[in-house]
């Protein structure tokens, strides 16, 4: 991916992408349908251009769909691309994991399921739509302004991550028009590539595991909880083209920027209805973020407009759930930017170990920290370093974000195995344990984060921090929500302390709280801040009631409404006259105050806590903690009088009344504990008074309830202890048998560990066998190809629907067909016969299977024997038609000479061929017979030796006459035979002419008048 990302920039900075035409390949065969007379399944059939929906690309462009796949994905190609209309308007490319040894025939096996151009991918082609682009092996793909580069890999092919690259480089350039599809395989490869296509606002599709023939690919993308269909393969096209119907339709309706005041103030409603179900604001996110998002929403859910989409959100909770995620996308990688974490480590981690006492903790913190890669990655280097120092230092790196299901993710520190094109094999190997397909974060790494879900904005603040890594969470803020955020980062960090930001992010409006330290990599240092500044940071304050749901006109979820906890109260309390008091839950935290409570209760030293036990003032603890527990296991009011309350270096005496708040049902699990006065506070003196013996007595009984106090205290403290103990006993046990099952469950999985290795050399000799059969069949081709070209047979294929499927060179004598016409229907071609039932006689074979054969001709006069049969597989199932035509003019012409050397056999009349010149080449035997010279005699001499001399001269001009190509009518002559006798003849004179139409020769025929047979 390194090599990828260089490339990308250096290509960016240049602008040298060169545009490239796609090479233009044969149009594949149309699928057809199934004979009712075979025995094997139906086939689909393609879907009809004419029908098909195009995709608007005014103003979207054209998308661009990246389709991943590895083992078991040539079956889903076919079930994908049989179901896509040819002139969808999208770009299809086409990234496997191939053979680096072998070449790959992959293209020419898509070509088999579509009628688009399908090409592999060769160096700088510039994709087009309605064409398919295919990955060459030993090559990782990228593509820059929509042009394909090919790069060679540098990384081992066991950790090569080819689908991750591609995805990762189409997010960068298409944006949202970039579509990401991931279909069987093994591995995880892809799943983090999506991750960016969702970021740059594309889609993602998976095919449904159960469907796939190896599941490890869509399973794991599925983890992600970032797809946005889980479909079949044949299902993909048609979800495809009415997501980005509806997404150009969103467009289409101006839902584009600037943001006019009607879609303002529907998006307003939608962060309401989301604030409602969720409880969290993004009003003040920025507009154009929230609107691309809502805009895929709709698309993905095929509404056109965004009222109905508000009415979706009003009445599917799971809508607006996704919706919530879908604004909180963040992709994080370890080392994202590599640049950002050598200046880290280089300029940053070691001035927090110098001058640094070992029990002074350093504090870190990464908010929206996602699925915790930055957090782990800045933790390793921490590390790293202190291991440099020979000493154990305390680190705290808080790692926080809004998103729960990214948080539990974190938590688990478990990353798939793709990871390792990111991490040196020394840190993988140190940090790291491989299990199966993924690697597990060590605990010394896990130990120093603390990962809790947070809300920036309404949360506390961590503080004495000494970094804050905050990258690209900034750009989603609007810059109200920035100018609130960076303050609480000023107030968080220590005097001189660092926050980094992502590389498209500032402080703005706050850069008189932070000096910048490296302006290309957002690095900033605290400066220290005026005390009169009016853009300090103040603490949010907490707030424990929850702001009830909004309903819209047309909402139909029932929802418990929120009561107002504060107005409750004083009502209740009022109607009682109570004095001075508190409410608590069951985790003794204060919830709510009435009066003044500060002579009872004192804020303590230190981090701020609202737990009413550790702010009693001294004397009243044991007292309040026994009656607070006494209520929680009783449910009874306690009540206790004449507790001693120090109180401003005296004792007061007050009453202390607990008691549970059953009068209404949403407080029943609070409790109130309230403060009675009874004495004026006595101020205790230094100097000891007299006493008398009343006094001593009162003394007595004070100290005696005090004791009984006491002990009744220290009675719940040890029943609270055994009760803790009795519940870290049966923890332990838990634990114990929890760890039981982890070590069977590690024993079965190092079981299929060894299955899985077993069955991986199981199928790599199963590829070899398929390898070496895929080899005889390319060998078995090119024969094939080498007869077909060879052979002086015309032959024809047509499938079940008489369109061609293929055909011999030979055949373009007799119709007219050309590459380009595969796929087409015969009854479309023109043909040069003079026969026009083809299509009829194809039609009746495949209808009775009974062969035809019949003699036709062409327009030049060739005679051919044309013969229709069925064409029947291997497994004698009917898949289509096969007529060839084979030229058997010579045969016919044979056939006429030979009726015609009957005749001139039997014939009484002299029967002659003479050459131009008059040299005779035949001689019949009615010649014979007429003149007297046998062929041997006449053959090779001169017409003139029967010629009496009177005619010689008559001879010589018939001769030239015919020789310029005249006819010679019929004529009367003379002819004197071998004994001397003359012979009344008439002559009929044939000018004969070769398949060029050229005269060579003259036959005649001679019939003797004087003496008739």
Request: with cysteine.
């Amino acid at each position: 991916m390194v090599g990828i990302s260089k490339f990308l920039d250096s290509e960016k900075e240049n602008n040298s992408a060169q545009d490239s035409s796609i090479a233009k390949r044969k149009p594949p065969k149309r699928p057809a349908k199934q004979s009712k007379r075979s025995s094997g399944s139906s086939k689909q059939q393609p879907k009809d251009d004419q029908s098909s929906r195009k995709v608007s690309q005014e103003k979207s462009g054209f998308p661009i769909i990246a389709i991943g796949a590895s083992a078991g994905g040539l079956e889903a190609y076919e079930r994908f691309f049989r179901n896509v209309p040819s002139s969808s308007g999208m770009v299809f490319v086409l990234v496997q994991h191939l053979d680096a040894k072998h070449n790959s025939i992959l293209a020419e096996l898509i070509a088999q399921y579509t009628i688009m151009k399908v090409a592999q991918v060769e160096d700088g082609t510039k994709v087009e739509p309605n064409c398919v682009y295919v990955i060459p092996p030993d090559r990782d793909l990228a593509i820059l302004n929509d042009t394909l580069h090919l790069i060679e890999p540098t990384q081992p092919r066991h950790q090569r991550l080819t689908i991750d690259n591609f995805l990762r480089s189409l997010a960068e350039d298409a944006k949202e028009r970039a579509v990401c599809i991931i279909l069987s395989g093994t591995g995880t490869d892809g799943t983090q590539g999506l991750k960016a296509i969702k970021e740059a606002g594309g889609m993602v599709m998976v095919q449904e595991p159960t469907s796939a023939k190896f599941d490890g690919m869509p399973a794991n993308a599925i983890q992600t909880g970032l797809v946005d269909y889980t479909i079949a393969p044949e299902n993909m096209p048609d979800k495809l083209i009415a997501y980005l119907q509806h997404r150009d339709i969103a467009l289409q309706n101006k839902m584009m920027l600037p943001i006019g005041d009607d879609i303002r103030v529907q998006l307003q409603k939608v962060l309401v209805i989301l604030r409602s179900k969720v409880g969290h604001d993004f009003s003040q996110y920025k507009e154009n973020t929230i609107l691309r998002r809502v805009q895929r929403r709709m698309a993905i859910n095929q509404i056109d407009s965004i009222a109905d989409y508000i009415m979706r959100l009003q009445k599917n909770r799971e809508e607006s759930s996704t919706l919530f995620k879908e604004l909180l996308i963040g992709v994080s990688n370890f080392y994202r930017d590599p640049e950002v974490f050598e200046l880290l480590e280089t300029k940053i981690i070691p001035g927090l170990f110098a001058d640094r006492n070992p029990d002074q903790p350093i504090r870190i913190w990464v908010p929206g920290c996602a699925t915790g890669e930055e957090a782990y990655s800045i933790a390793i280097l921490l590390h790293e370093h202190m291991e440099t120092q020979n000493h154990q230092f305390n680190i705290q790196i808080f790692s926080t974000d809004l998103d729960s299901h990214a948080i539990e993710f974190a938590r688990l520190g478990i990353y798939p195995d793709t990871i390792s094109a990111y991490i040196s094999s020394d840190r993988l190997k140190r940090y790291f344990t491989k299990e199966g397909n993924s690697y597990e974060i060590n605990k010394k790494i896990r130990d120093m984060l603390v990962i809790a879900e947070q809300n920036l904005i309404k949360d506390p603040p961590f503080s004495s921090l000494d970094l804050i890594s905050c990258r690209n969470l900034l750009i989603y803020f609007g810059a109200s929500l920035q100018a609130k955020v960076l303050p609480i980062f000023h107030y968080a960090l220590k005097p001189n302390g660092h926050l980094l930001l992502g590389t498209s992010e500032t402080v703005g409006s706050s850069s008189h709280l932070f000096k910048t330290i490296n302006r290309k990599w957002k690095l900033y240092q605290r400066k220290p801040i005026c005390v009169d500044d009016k853009k300090r940071f103040e603490p949010p304050i907490i707030q424990y009631t929850r702001e009830p749901p909004i309903m819209f006109s047309g909402e139909s979820e029932n929802t418990e409404p929120d009561f107002d906890l504060k107005s409750a109260m004083e009502n209740l309390l009022l109607a009682q006259h109570t004095p001075a008091c508190v409410i608590i839950n069951d985790h003794y935290e204060i919830l709510f105050i009435h009066g003044r409570t500060g002579k009872y209760l004192e804020a303590n030293q230190g981090k701020a806590s609202f737990n009413i036990l550790k702010q009693a003032r001294e004397g009243l603890l044991p007292d309040l903690t026994t009656a607070i527990r006494k209520v929680k296991t009783e449910g009874k009011s306690v009540k206790y009088e004449g507790v001693r309350v120090g109180v401003n270096g005296g004792v007061q005496h007050i009453n202390l009344l607990v008691k549970p708040l059953s009068d209404l049902p949403e407080l029943s699990s609070y409790k109130v504990v309230i403060f009675e006065d009874i004495e004026q506070i006595h101020i205790e003196r230094k100097t000891k008074p007299m006493v008398t013996s009343g006094d001593k007595d009162k003394r007595i009984a004070e100290l005696e309830k005090e004791l009984s106090s006491t002990k009744e205290y220290l009675q719940t403290t040890i029943e609270e202890l055994e009760s803790s103990n009795e519940e870290l006993k049966s923890t332990n046990e838990e634990m114990q048998a929890s760890n039981e099952e982890l070590q069977s469950a590690n024993e079965e999985l190092e079981t299929s560990k060894e299955e899985g290795q077993s069955i991986n050399e199981e199928l790599t000799t199963v590829n070899s066998e398929y390898q070496e059969k895929i080899n005889e069949l390319s060998k078995a081709n090119d024969d094939m190809a080498n007869y077909m070209a060879s052979t002086d047979v015309g032959v024809v294929f047509l499938d079940l629907d008489l369109n061609v499927r293929r055909f011999t060179p030979r055949i373009s004598e007799f119709i007219n067909l050309i590459p380009s016409d595969i796929g087409r229907p015969l009854s479309h071609i023109v043909t040069n016969l003079l026969y026009e039932s083809i299509s009829n006689d194809a039609s009746k074979v495949l209808e009775d299977l009974v062969p035809i054969e019949v003699e036709v001709q062409t327009k030049s006069w060739q005679w051919l024997n044309m013969r229709v049969k069925p064409y029947r597989t291997l497994e004698n199932v009917i898949d289509g038609v096969v007529i060839t035509f084979m030229d058997i003019t010579s045969i016919k012409k044979q056939k006429r000479l030979n009726r015609l050397a009957v005749v001139v056999q039997d014939s009484y009349d002299a029967i002659t061929v003479q050459d131009l010149s008059g040299v005779i080449s035949a001689w019949n035997p009615g010649a014979e017979r007429m003149y007297g010279y046998i062929e041997n005699e006449a053959i090779g001499k001169s017409i003139k030796m029967i010629v009496p001399k009177v005619k010689i001269k008559e001879i010589d001009s018939i001769i030239k006459k015919v020789a310029s190509g005249e006819q010679v009518l019929p004529f009367e002559t003379q002819r004197h035979t071998k004994d001397g006798k003359i012979l009344d003849v008439l002559v009929t004179i044939t000018n004969l002419c070769d398949e060029t139409g050229k005269l060579y020769a003259m036959a005649t025929t001679e019939r003797n008048l004087s003496h008739p047979p």
